[in-house]
């Protein structure tokens, strides 16, 4: 599979980059409304600076400038800036220059002011302004901007420059913030705990296998190697054979086995008794053949994963494979990743490589975020404006044809023009899914109500508007997911008042079977397992329903009488649509309880224990939410622990401003996901978000796991949110390599250093134990990954270092991993001298340091004043 090149995130000059999808066909092309808006490139440039964090009423300051770079004067009037903001606005503080208006969601309108003034060719003007909570990353700046003339033309702002942020009332939060800014100092004492190890003594396999057990002699992997599988295995034999000769250049020929087979080969056999379970295996090496074997084609997947790593990271430059035997089966049948698609876009290769991933450390269920506020993600046939006009952002404020821009999309709605527009067709949905199924790894897709659902609720309201134009009254309101008679008021997290289905109508219910039932299609005509659907549930606000007539009537109707309680209604009844069609219930953990319609309070909800599968995600420490996942397991519900503060790969690696990505629960790198402790829980709090120590008896009385609720924990589950993935390459990056951490904790379940009982020695024991994965990544993974998924843009984490007596001393948080540096102010490149040892710095005034891959690609790179 083609990936595109790594762009370093260096300068931060954003630039509004098109991304592509395939459904731009020019018959395509030729039915998109929309496609008349004439854009062009403003001559107007847009620096953003942070002021500070720290103002009152939880609230930060910034600055806008203008720079007209034009050989015209940019007028006062006759226009309108619109851009998205994260961050929502204190819109007052734009007077007197701007009127500032919030359209819905992140997007914002600035209309010049009688007190704004032309600004002549080569000057500037500072717009300052202010907007609520904080802004510590790059990610939280607005974007997106362009401005629309009063004739109709669009001038797209291609260029924003942000400034750095360096004091702290710039890279804290408040003045309680006491998390720390990761310099290279900071680094270097951190990674000081981790040193390179002799590579005898580092594992070859991630995740970590039950149990090796070393032999003597080799066997020595030829050319023209014959593979003999049992019947069940012909496609595992088949990705072993391709994966031979794309990796390694060795041919192989497979073979039916007979019962004749004898010599030098690699067998694949099937042993219906065995005791690990069909993703267990069992891979025997010696001198004269290699063998795996499992009572499923899971197991044989699994056992070629783990060969092929063993060839891979051999020492030695000659296929010789040190002989051994290894007894292998996962600790969780659920090892999942979730992947937002909504928010941004993503293609159907980068979908793709994200299964191979998953794929190549064991991980077998992908959930797949199909829908949310910001776009529908799925061709379906019955209802094209879902994808046709929910699958759409560009510039708008009636919505009529597509969506508003959000995350910094822009005013084009064209499928291919940016990372805000595009869907999977029906064909490529169900390539995906036969791509996921042949690497053992089951799609399960989400379909995000009642909550999160504006793509939806917009595109079917789009829908009812053109049937009552054409007077198809009867028809118009037939899928309608809102009610014309609604009044509630309500905001959802995301800042929209409009993005929450009306549970109290039918019409709502036809859609949800039009919709369940074309996924259904899909996966059966695909051949992929389809055994649960996700429905969302999570984030549905106070207010909503609350001044329905339809809600009213059905209340009374029903004998309701908490407004929040249909909630409950509404997903029992999906519960049976779903179980009619045999199949499962899943949903954010929000789905399993009720909730005060005053206070916000939750309880569980024993109702749906059992047919419905929570996935437990808001764990901050201190919020009173960390015992859901134990509390849900112990009622009988089967639960997925997908935990923000270690498994949300949207979050940030660190607090470095440079760093993309959100921080409301946590900032962690690859060693959280790999520290979780599912059956220990409470022993992962030590800080809490804002770097507070947690007492080691804070959860003293919190709720416990009992016997039988560790039975009902499933697995584990990572997820990707996509608002601050919209730049080639961002997926990657935030995924990887904190995903290894993840598959090698839902392998392996609770590790051996987590039972010892002194909290100290126990994460003593754990930076031991993280020493050797990490040595695992430095030295060998990172060059397999260069080698498997070349330009894959994982990320490298700049080094530490410091200066002591003269001399530059260096580290890397995975050790192996190659140091370059620069010690007379040029930048450091792949020809830049290899750190190996401390350097004397002599009369150098700085120190530039960056980690590089096998391919030549860096970190972000690190200054040290040398002084």
């Known amino acids: 599979m083609e990936r595109q090149l790594p762009i370093a995130i260096l300068t931060f000059i954003l630039v509004l980059i098109p991304f592509f999808t395939s459904c731009d066909s020019p018959e395509e092309e030729a039915a998109f409304p929309g496609r008349e808006l004439l854009i062009t490139t403003s001559p107007i440039e847009i620096d953003w600076q942070l002021n500070s964090n720290f103002e009152p009423d939880n609230k930060f300051s ?123 100092e900071f680094t270097f004492n951190r990674n000081e705990n981790f040193s390179l190890l002799n590579p005898e003594n580092v594992g070859r396999i991630i995740p970590t296998p039950r149990n090796i057990t070393p032999d003597e002699g080799a066997f020595h992997l030829q050319q023209g190697i014959d593979i003999y599988y049992n019947v069940e295995f012909v496609n595992e034999a088949n990705f072993l054979a391709a994966r031979l000769l794309g990796q390694f250049r060795i041919s192989a020929s497979t073979h039916l086995q007979s019962g004749d087979e004898n ?312 519960l049976s649509k779903l179980q009619d069609r045999g199949l499962s219930m899943a949903g954010w953990e929000e789905v399993v309880f009720r909730e005060d319609p005053e206070t916000g309070e939750h309880f569980p909800n024993p109702q749906f224990a059992g047919p419905v599968h929570p996935h437990v995600w808001s764990n901050i420490w201190g919020s009173g939410t960390e015992h859901y996942a134990y509390t849900l397991a112990n009622m009988g519900y089967k639960v997925i622990m997908s935990h923000a503060s270690n498994f949300y790969f949207d979050l940030a690696y660190n607090k470095d401003w440079e760093e993309p990505g959100f921080y409301w629960a946590s900032m962690f790198d690859t060693i959280e996901p790999y520290s979780f402790i599912p059956f220990n829980l409470y022993r992962n709090a030590v800080r809490d978000n804002f770097g507070n120590p947690i007492p080691e008896n804070q959860y003293e009385n919190e709720t416990i796991l009992s016997v039988q609720g560790r039975e009902n924990i499933l697995g584990l589950q990572g997820q990707l949110w996509t608002e601050t993935v919209n730049r080639p390459s961002a997926m990657e990056y935030m995924v990887m390599p904190r995903l290894l951490g993840l598959a090698e904790r839902a392998w392996v379940g609770d590790a051996d250093w987590s039972q010892i009982q002194n909290r100290e020695q126990m994460w003593n024991q754990r930076d031991i134990a993280w020493n050797e994965f990490a040595n695992r990544i430095g030295q060998f993974e990172f060059r397999r990954l260069d080698t498997l998924y070349p330009g894959l843009n994982y990320r490298l984490p700049p080094p530490g270092g410091v200066i002591r007596n003269g001399q530059l001393v260096a580290n890397t948080f995975y050790p192996g991993l190659e140091i370059r540096y620069s010690l007379d102010g040029s930048e450091v490149t792949r020809e830049s001298p290899i750190y190996t040892v401390p350097v004397d710095i002599n009369d150098s005034y700085s120190v530039s340091l960056a980690t590089f891959n096998t391919l030549g690609r860096s970190s972000r790179i690190v200054t040290i004043p040398a002084e």
């Open 62 to 184: 910034a600055v806008i400038t203008f720079r007209n770079t034009g050989s015209d004067t940019f007028e006062p009037q006759g226009w309108a800036l619109y851009f998205n903001s994260l961050r929502p606005l204190d819109l007052e503080s734009f007077s007197p220059w701007f009127t500032a208006t919030h359209i819905n969601g992140d997007f914002f309108k600035l209309e010049p002011a009688e007190d704004f003034e032309a600004i002549a060719p080569g000057e500037e003007r500072e717009i300052p302004y202010k907007a609520m909570y904080h802004a510590i990353k790059f990610t939280d700046a607005p974007q997106g901007f362009y401005f629309v003339y009063d004739d109709g033309h669009i001038e797209n702002v291609e260029t924003i420059h942000i400034a750095p942020f360096t004091a702290e009332e710039q890279t804290n939060r408040s003045e309680t913030d006491r998390v720390p800014v990761p310099d290279a």
């Open 263 to 574: 010599g030098a080969g690699i067998y694949l056999n099937l042993d219906p008794s065995a005791d690990s379970g069909s993703e267990g295996y069992r891979l025997v090496i010696n001198p004269d053949e290699i063998t795996i074997t499992s009572s499923g084609s899971a197991g044989i997947f699994y056992g070629i994963q783990s060969l092929l790593a063993i060839i891979s990271n051999r020492d030695a430059d000659e296929l010789m494979i040190h002989a051994m035997a290894i007894e292998d089966s996962p600790a969780f049948a659920y090892r999942g990743m979730h992947l937002d698609v909504s928010r941004n876009f993503l293609s159907a290769d980068d979908v793709k490589l994200l299964i191979d991933l998953m794929a190549t450390y064991k991980l077998n269920k992908f959930h797949f975020h199909l829908t949310d506020d910001e776009g529908w993600r799925l061709e379906i046939d019955a209802l094209p404006e879902l994808t046709m006009i929910g699958g759409r952002r560009g510039h708008t404020e009636s919505e009529e044809h597509y969506l508003i821009p959000a995350y910094g999309s822009g005013p084009d709605p064209t499928p291919g023009s940016s990372f805000g527009s595009g869907w999977y067709t029906r064909s490529e949905y169900m390539d995906i899914l036969q791509y996921a199924n042949e690497r053992h790894i089951e799609v399960i897709p989400e379909i995000d109500v009642p909550g999160h659902a504006r793509a939806a609720i917009v595109a079917m309201k789009a829908r009812a508007e053109r049937l009552k134009a054409a007077g198809d009254d009867s028809g118009a309101n037939y899928f309608r997911l809102d009610e014309e008679g609604d009044t509630s008021v309500y905001r959802s997290i995301q800042n929209f008042d409009d993005n929450v289905i009306n549970v109290c109508q039918e019409s709502t219910y036809r859609f949800m079977e039009v919709v369940i039932d074309e996924i259904v299609d899909l996966h059966m005509l695909a051949g992929a397992p389809l055994n649960s659907i996700h429905v969302g549930g999570d984030e549905v606000p106070l207010g909503v329903w609350e001044q329905s007539p339809a809600c009213r009537e059905l209340m009374e109707k029903e004998g309701i009488e908490n407004v929040r309680d249909l909630q409950v209604y509404f997903f029992d009844r999906l």
